[in-house]
């Protein structure tokens, strides 16, 4: 079992240093921005100015998750990201195309995926385990799993997130592509600390995780899923699901054989908006209602945002 | 008023993102690499060298140059007026 020790989130709900927001949040507006902390509260005016908006949320995550697990120093750092640093990729390709000469190197330096794990490592001054996983929908369930795994090999406190940003680009992209999405794209970055002790902070505990690529048989992958942790779909308190693709009952049309309970299922992505990690939001939003209410018990956040890709993560109480 | 080093402070603001900082609130003499001045890094080295080209069509080919051309204000004025004289 692995306890969920400290969560923040930046995105376009007002979660960042509020607890119990999974109470009260509304479903996105077409409208909806992303709403941001005063980051000079977290992040040393030399660094910021160079930091995009993933970078940003990303930074000032993982530092306020440092402080509400009330540790110094995390003994490794784990990032997922679907797609990176954006703006920062947009901005030096832009470069590369208008400049003639010297390229200024800032936004090269910064394109990189692995530059929210390095940021936070250097504004914190972590010198331990660094990693970042990117695997499009399921990078955080990746991550996730990295985690789980230096916990079982005698870590303590480990930092794990996911963060994607998203740029104007995009939505030309999706309108190119004629994609119908139901959902805004947004941004969004979550940060968890995650302990293999308990302690008084605990939210939920992460019971397994699993990312599956090339998915065939998604209803009978998350039977073997549940089976494999001794449960059933029925012992289920809470689903929550990327409504991207639903059935005439609501449900995505993958999962209508798994008789899900509607009022067991909530669709993530009308809080969080599209971006690839919205899971780690969902994470989130699972421990944050966990912690609100002691009848949830057992919570599947069931990733299927893409349809080739299945990321599985069962949360437990931590009484349970 | 000596109009360039007026325009490198405000070229450099911009080409670094110094955020709060006026033209101002840099004095010609400050160190520019040093916590009492602007408090720049590598990285921001690497900056200046494209500021001095895409600005002024100054290549900086030698390290040693720009480590001395780089101090303050000052030395960067000093430094262009010599290239382009």
């Known amino acids: ?320 | 008023m000596d109009n360039l080093k007026e325009d490198l402070k405000k070229q450099i603001i911009e080409q670094l993102n110094l955020e709060d900082i006026t033209p101002t609130d840099i004095a010609d003499d400050a160190l520019l690499f040093d916590d009492g001045g602007l408090g720049l890094d590598s990285i921001d080295a690497l900056e200046l060298i494209v500021l001095l080209e895409k600005y002024h069509g100054i290549q900086v080919v030698n390290p040693e140059e720009g480590k001395v051309a780089f101090r303050s204000i000052d030395t960067m004025a000093e430094y262009i007026r010599k290239r382009k004289s």
């Open chain 1, 1 to 320: 079992m692995y306890y969920i020790s400290a969560a923040s989130t930046i995105s376009h709900q007002p979660t960042f240093q509020n607890v119990g927001f999974s109470t009260h949040i509304e479903p996105l507006q077409e409208t909806s921005v992303l709403l941001t902390p005063d980051y000079k509260g977290f992040i040393d005016a030399g660094l910021l100015r160079r930091m995009s908006k993933i970078l940003r949320m990303s930074v000032a995550c993982a530092k306020d998750c440092i402080g509400q697990a009330g540790i110094d120093q995390p003994d490794a750092i784990i990032v997922g990201t679907g797609l990176g640093c954006l703006l920062d990729t947009e901005k030096f390709l832009n470069n590369v195309l208008t400049i003639e000469g010297l390229l200024p190197p800032t936004s090269f330096i910064q394109s990189t995926h692995n530059t929210m794990a390095g940021q936070i490592s250097l504004s914190i001054g972590n010198h331990g385990y660094n990693m970042t996983h990117t695997q499009n929908s399921i990078s955080f369930e990746n991550a996730l799993l990295d985690a789980m795994l230096l916990l079982e090999e005698g870590e303590r406190n480990v930092l794990i997130g996911a963060a994607d940003e998203a740029i104007d680009f995009l939505n030309v992209i999706s309108e190119k592509l004629h994609l119908q999405l139901q959902h805004s794209l947004t941004s969004g970055a979550s940060f968890f600390i995650l302990s293999k002790q308990k302690n008084d902070h605990a939210l939920a505990c992460v019971k397994d995780t699993q990312a599956i690529g090339l998915v065939n048989d998604v209803t009978g992958q998350i039977k073997d899923f549940l089976a494999g942790n001794e449960m059933k779909v029925q012992d289920l308190d809470l689903v929550l699901l990327p409504g991207t693709s639903h059935h005439s009952d609501g449900l995505p049309a993958s999962l209508a054989s798994l008789n899900l309970e509607e009022n067991k299922c909530v669709d993530y992505l009308r809080f969080s908006g599209i971006y690839p990690t919205a899971s780690a939001f969902a994470m989130h939003l699972a421990a944050d209602k966990m912690k609100a209410d002691k009848s949830l018990k057992n919570v599947l956040i069931c990733n299927t945002l893409i349809q080739s890709n299945l990321g599985l993560t069962l949360l437990q109480s931590v009484e349970a």
